[in-house]
């Protein structure tokens, strides 16, 4: 028989394993308890992830199809959306990124791009920026636009979101059927473009009286250019997108009907020269978009090549305010058809005169020789150029811009006379390039003028 002591030698060891095993069952409950929660948890954190997402999409849906512009900012003044109708109330810079985007960071790109105007870019943010920061007792505030019309801005708080920020065109409230923009007069207003948020509009900016509205694409590179030019432009009311090199330009003008084109001529990587080239050979209307050149130099040789590369006229930096409204006043549909015009193949008023003065079947031989020998005179000329000999580029230039003047051939003559003058003076190079295309223009003309001159069949 075991004695006491044995038994309780051996129940020692017992005890401890029993509750070594209830500690381990105790402590697997407890983590399958926690996993149990923490699962529950994740689960209801996805749905709440996936509810606030869908709520989020819809909401933006809803701002998009919206009649006025909203900006939706956290309490930082961090973007965390605008609709498409606040970007084109407030003018805010095509492209313009909401990633990482601030209501600091937009107002500096407004002013920088010349929305503000002729102002300081940093005072011109801080005042901006501490409106904002004042509250919803400082809107609503309105702003007349360099288009006429009148938007205005309020701001709330709503909990748990910032700040929203609200734009609406009010035009119609603020100014009776057919009057004008009325002229401000607070000298503290502040701006005249971007956010735009202030109650009325500097004494600088004074809308002028102005024709049609233009689309303008101003191609330039260098900023403070950029801010100068555009501003003029935006006080008289034109709309204005900025390309800052000549590939950025052919872009823009595949995709938008511009009415006219300002084209600084030095620019790195392609040329405003090459970028008028390419222009021009692009599907209309891009291909017919009137261009005119921005330039310090404005000399013979720099007009030449100015109409050699399919451009209208020259502008001289700085451009006086006066001339720039000249020639946007002139209108979308004036300058579209003078620009088709300028590039017309015949000159119709002559071809009607030739028709007037001479029988049918005498000006259709007349025709088809002057045109054989403006081909051996062409062939005589690329000659001449490839040898880069000026006498005889200059001497066969000068004969086919009088043979084409005669017989109404426009463009022959228009390319022919822009050689004459680097030939006179000794510059080939320019020469050449405003030789670029003749031939192909010649057999065009040559098509059209013989269709042209040759008597009506016998019916």
Same mark, same amino acid.
């Given at each position: 028989?075991?004695?006491?002591?044995?038994?309780?030698? *051996?129940?020692?060891?017992?005890?401890?394993?029993?509750?070594?095993?209830?500690?381990?069952?105790?402590?697997?409950?407890?983590?399958?308890?926690?996993?149990?929660?923490?699962?529950?948890?994740?689960?209801?954190?996805?749905?709440?992830?996936?509810?606030?997402?869908?709520?989020?999409?819809?909401?933006?849906?809803?701002?998009?199809?919206?009649?006025?512009?909203?900006?939706?900012?956290?309490?930082?003044?961090?973007?965390?959306?605008?609709?498409?109708? *606040?970007?084109?109330?407030?003018?805010?810079?095509?492209?313009?990124?909401?990633?990482?985007?601030?209501?600091?960071?937009?107002?500096?790109?407004?002013?920088?791009?010349?929305? !503000?105007?002729?102002?300081?870019?940093?005072?011109?943010?801080?005042?901006?920026?501490?409106?904002?920061?004042?509250?919803?007792?400082? !809107?609503?505030?309105?702003?007349?636009?360099?288009?006429?019309?009148?938007?205005? !801005?309020?701001? #709330?708080?709503?909990?748990?979101?910032?700040?929203?920020?609200?734009?609406?065109?009010? /035009?119609?409230?603020?100014?009776?059927?057919?009057?004008?923009?009325?002229?401000?007069?607070?000298?503290?207003?502040?701006?005249?473009?971007?956010?735009?948020?202030?109650?009325?509009?500097?004494?600088?900016?004074?809308?002028?009286?102005?024709?049609?509205?233009?689309?303008?694409?101003?191609?330039?590179?260098?900023?403070?250019?950029?801010?100068?030019?555009?501003?003029?432009?935006?006080?008289?009311?034109?709309?204005?997108?900025?390309?800052?090199?000549?590939?950025?330009?052919?872009?823009?003008?595949?995709?938008?009907?511009?009415?006219?084109?300002?084209?600084?001529?030095?620019?790195?990587?392609?040329?405003?020269?090459?970028?008028?080239?390419?222009?021009?050979?692009?599907?209309?209307?891009?291909?017919? /978009?009137?261009? !005119?050149?921005? /330039?310090?130099?404005?000399? #013979?040789?720099?007009?030449?090549?100015?109409?050699?590369?399919?451009?209208?006229?020259?502008?001289?930096?700085?451009?006086?305010?006066?001339?720039?409204?000249?020639?946007?006043?002139?209108?979308?549909?004036?300058?579209?058809?003078?620009?088709?015009?300028?590039?017309?193949?015949?000159?119709?008023?002559?071809?009607?005169?030739?028709?007037?003065?001479?029988?049918?079947?005498?000006?259709?031989?007349?025709?088809?020789?002057?045109?054989?020998?403006?081909?051996?005179?062409?062939?005589?000329?690329?000659?001449?150029?490839?040898?880069?000999?000026?006498?005889?580029?200059?001497?066969?230039?000068?004969?086919?811009?009088?043979?084409?003047?005669?017989?109404?051939?426009?463009?022959?003559?228009?390319?022919?006379?822009?050689?004459?003058?680097?030939?006179?003076?000794?510059?080939? #190079?320019?020469?050449?390039?405003?030789?670029?295309?003749?031939?192909?223009? *010649?057999?065009?003309?040559?098509?059209?003028?013989?269709?042209?001159?040759?008597?009506?069949?016998?019916?």
């Amino acid at each position: 028989m075991l004695n006491s002591w044995t038994l309780e030698l *051996f129940a020692l060891p017992a005890a401890l394993l029993v509750g070594g095993f209830v500690w381990i069952a105790v402590r697997l409950a407890v983590a399958n308890r926690k996993l149990t929660v923490l699962a529950r948890a994740r689960a209801a954190g996805y749905a709440a992830r996936e509810r606030a997402a869908n709520r989020a999409a819809l909401f933006a849906a809803a701002l998009e199809g919206g009649h006025d512009g909203v900006l939706i900012a956290d309490s930082r003044l961090r973007v965390v959306h605008w609709n498409r109708r *606040f970007a084109e109330l407030s003018g805010l810079p095509q492209g313009t990124s909401r990633d990482g985007a601030t209501l600091e960071s937009l107002l500096r790109l407004s002013v920088e791009a010349g929305e !503000f105007g002729l102002v300081d870019v940093e005072s011109e943010v801080a005042a901006q920026v501490a409106l904002i920061e004042h509250g919803p007792g400082a !809107f609503p505030v309105l702003r007349h636009r360099p288009d006429a019309s009148i938007v205005e !801005f309020t701001l #709330e708080a709503p909990p748990g979101v910032g700040l929203l920020l609200r734009c609406a065109d009010v /035009t119609a409230r603020h100014r009776p059927s057919g009057a004008s923009s009325p002229a401000p007069t607070d000298a503290r207003a502040v701006s005249a473009a971007g956010l735009g948020i202030v109650a009325s509009t500097p004494p600088w900016f004074t809308p002028a009286p102005r024709a049609r509205r233009c689309l303008v694409l101003l191609v330039e590179d260098m900023k403070v250019n950029q801010i100068v030019t555009a501003t003029q432009l935006r006080r008289d009311g034109h709309r204005v997108d900025v390309a800052a090199s000549g590939a950025e330009a052919l872009v823009l003008a595949a995709a938008t009907p511009y009415d006219v084109v300002l084209m600084d001529l030095m620019m790195p990587g392609m040329s405003g020269y090459d970028a008028a080239r390419r222009l021009r050979a692009m599907p209309n209307p891009a291909g017919r /978009t009137p261009i !005119f050149a921005l /330039t310090a130099n404005t000399g #013979e040789e720099e007009r030449v090549r100015c109409l050699a590369a399919g451009m209208q006229g020259m502008l001289s930096k700085p451009v006086p305010v006066a001339l720039l409204r000249d020639v946007l006043q002139q209108g979308a549909a004036t300058m579209r058809a003078a620009a088709a015009a300028g590039d017309s193949l015949l000159d119709a008023a002559r071809l009607a005169e030739l028709r007037r003065d001479l029988p049918a079947s005498v000006l259709a031989t007349l025709c088809r020789q002057c045109l054989d020998d403006m081909r051996d005179r062409l062939a005589i000329l690329h000659l001449a150029l490839q040898q880069q000999v000026a006498e005889p580029v200059e001497r066969e230039a000068h004969a086919l811009a009088g043979m084409a003047g005669s017989y109404g051939l426009a463009r022959i003559e228009r390319q022919a006379r822009a050689i004459l003058a680097p030939a006179r003076a000794q510059d080939m #190079e320019i020469a050449r390039e405003a030789a670029i295309g003749m031939a192909d223009a *010649f057999d065009q003309s040559r098509v059209a003028l013989l269709a042209w001159a040759e008597p009506d069949p016998v019916m």
